[in-house]
């Protein structure tokens, strides 16, 4: 008599801490994402869960205190923010107690201060370092005064510049708007160089969420490819992508080796379901994951079997093209695989 298939592994199996962005995977703007909190809280009963954002405009309490309200369980030292990593970066580069010109909010300037640095929004003061971070407030005029510290043939050349971060977008309530990255780049137009950055897709923040949580098999969980999935690749990091933020599937199937994610999940529920394997034929030109089939053959990719048509589907695809080496634009790739 056979005995009976096990099931595969769910994603957080062996997993010690659980690493889960904010933006797009727990809350967009003020709400929570449907199933995010009480998949969290699930985890939570087996591993360590920590928060990590790239937004510089909060501190670390206010962020807790927001998640709590949501219902999760959540400390101040539970959330690892890039003005956190960013302050780390600073401490390396100037003097303790130096002056430093702070562009941002209430999260990067509580950072820097309990850092023991002195916050200056002048470049008359005649700052040590320039700190540069996302706030909805950030206007011209804070922007200018770093120009004017940075300034390539002022008498501060080659000042310290270090950004939290430079993602393009951020998912708020209304819909997607400009991000830090933008900021960052109104200033590196300017002054013609560019920042040392902690936030993702850099590998500073996940190093300090890692040392800080003493992880020894973390898993990270992001919404988006450029920052969230590559950076924890570049930190060696297994990544989930959940396709409740940015990214979604046509994103997916486009990602290049860099930014490939280990796991793609619809929603965070996903974590405590096994994760079906890979199963790669035909030369490797044909993936299958629980039923589904893609191959390509020629330019085309052909959905040979359809599976649950859903998510299974879509990891066959990303699969197969993956496999191929093939550049997305390169492939005919039809429109039910991305819808």
Not at 69 to 81: C, H, I, K, P, Y
Not at 209 to 214: D, E, G, I, L
Not at 234 to 253: C, E, F, N, Q
Request: aromatic residues 6%; contains cysteine.
């Amino acid at each position: 008599m056979l005995g009976r298939r096990s099931s595969p592994p769910t994603p957080l199996a062996g997993v010690d801490v659980v690493l889960a962005d904010l933006d797009g995977v727990v809350y967009t703007g003020p709400t929570a994402i449907p199933f995010a909190v009480e998949s969290l809280n699930r985890a939570a009963e087996g591993a360590r869960v920590g928060y990590i954002t790239n937004n510089a405009a909060r501190t670390d309490q206010s962020v807790a205190d927001h998640l709590s309200e949501l219902g999760l369980s959540v400390a101040a030292t539970d959330v690892v923010t890039s003005p956190q990593a960013a302050v780390r970066l600073l401490a390396d580069k100037v003097p303790a107690a130096s002056r430093v010109l702070v562009v941002g909010g209430d999260g990067l300037v509580d950072e820097v201060q309990k850092a023991g640095f002195e916050v200056t929004r002048s470049a008359d003061d005649g700052p040590a370092a320039v700190i540069q971070g996302f706030s909805p407030d950030v206007a011209w005029v804070h922007l200018a005064e770093a120009s004017f510290a940075l300034a390539s043939d002022g008498p501060e050349a080659g000042l310290p510049w270090i950004a939290t971060n430079t993602d393009w977008t951020i998912p708020v309530a209304r819909g997607i708007a400009p991000g830090n990255g933008t900021l960052v780049s109104a200033v590196h137009s300017a002054v013609g160089r560019l920042p040392i950055v902690a936030g993702k897709p850099e590998t500073p923040i996940f190093t300090e969420a890692v040392n800080r949580f003493h992880a020894k098999n973390p898993l990270f969980i992001g919404d988006r490819l450029d920052t969230d999935i590559l950076g924890s690749n570049r930190a060696g990091i297994p990544a989930a992508l959940v396709l409740t933020g940015i990214d979604r599937a046509k994103s997916v199937l486009a990602a290049n080796a860099d930014s490939r994610p280990r796991f793609i999940l619809e929603d965070l529920r996903q974590l405590h379901e096994p994760y079906p394997e890979t199963e790669v034929s035909q030369g490797g030109t044909a993936a299958t994951v629980a039923g589904a089939t893609v191959r390509i053959r020629g330019n085309a990719v052909e959905v040979t079997r359809n599976g649950d048509g859903g998510i299974n589907l879509l990891r066959a695809a990303c699969a197969a093209i993956w496999n191929s080496g093939r550049a997305i634009y390169g492939l005919d790739v039809p429109e039910r695989l991305w819808r």
